[in-house]
């Protein structure tokens, strides 16, 4: 089935996560004239419920086409749709697209399909294709999309030749919430003086073997400053030097949360030696209304 969007009308566009779901109303001029947030993720619903969950987003954001991208499309959603191999660009996201029907397509994820190093995403591609057509980045750049399994992406030719996953976000909340460093890494983690510390621990490529130094500190009465900055700095730190080893030192430009992204140039910063060489960043929820928007364009 193909669907009846075309670039340049008002629709509405869904990033449907595990946990989560944000949906905003976007007008003809590209403009948000509404949009609601809530727990809807894939995880809270059954098979039989999303007909009815959509209706309700369109209840609340008007009576419109809409776009989804995220784990919507995934085998535990409502309608799997089949990955687009790398390399991978907003034409063939777009050709393959999946229609529910005329008014309700699911944007399909990217595979990297290589034996040695097998990966996959679904909802950052629709956040890369808004960062190239806001021209945030170059069609030729190494990306950084931090968040619960972060992706450092390859582009050439504003197209997706590859990417590397990193579970940085999900081991940190795991360890902050079932570990025996828990009671340690209360609070948020920024950038600061435990956060740098942890950084510096990650040069000798073992983060696993400086994790219980926290717990270590805390029994000897010698607790260090800012645990939840201290694993944070630590995690962050061993992924972004192999990242810009995979880049060969090119300094990433990124796409997310901005308390995420200002924690990934802090630690990219201090790798490098050079704090100005903080890359540039675009907020994740502007970059996925960007991309789909950007999608609807190829057919118009």
């Known amino acids: 089935m193909i669907g009846s969007l075309t670039g340049g009308e008002p629709f509405i566009a869904v990033d449907w996560g595990t946990t989560n779901r944000r949906a905003w109303r976007i007008g003809a001029g590209g403009n948000v004239e509404a949009a609601c947030e809530d727990a809807g993720g894939i995880m809270s619903l059954g098979p039989g419920d999303y007909t009815g969950e959509v209706a309700m987003l369109r209840e609340r954001l008007g009576d419109l086409p809409m776009l989804m991208g995220g784990m919507i499309g995934s085998n535990r959603g409502w309608r799997e749709t089949p990955y687009v191999a790398c390399p991978a660009d907003a034409r063939a996201l777009a050709d393959a697209i999946v229609w529910i029907d005329a008014r309700t397509g699911i944007i399909p994820g990217v595979a990297q399909e290589r034996r040695d190093a097998p990966d996959v995403m679904r909802g950052e591609e ?117 990242g810009l080893r995979e880049s060969g030192g090119e300094v990433p430009h990124m796409v997310g949360r901005p308390d995420l992204t200002a924690l990934y140039a802090a630690a990219i910063g201090q790798v490098l030696g050079s704090p100005g060489a903080s890359p540039s960043a675009m907020e994740g929820n502007a970059a996925f209304r960007a991309g789909c928007t950007a999608l609807l364009r190829q057919f118009a």
Request: aromatic content about 6%.
């Open 126 to 242: 629709v956040q890369i294709i808004g960062a190239l057509a806001s021209g945030l980045v170059p069609e030729d750049a190494t990306l950084c999309l931090p968040g619960t399994h972060a992706k450092w992406v390859r582009l050439r030719g504003g197209r997706i030749t590859g990417f590397s996953t990193w579970m940085t976000g999900e081991i940190f909340a795991l360890l902050g919430k079932h570990s025996i460093l828990a009671p340690q890494m209360a609070g948020k983690a920024r950038p600061g003086p435990g956060f740098a510390a942890g950084v510096v621990a990650s040069a000798d490529g073992d983060p696993l073997g400086h994790l219980f130094a926290l717990r270590a500190a805390h029994v000897l009465d010698a607790p260090m400053i800012d645990g939840s900055g201290y694993v944070s700095g630590l995690l962050i730190g061993a992924e972004v030097r192999s």
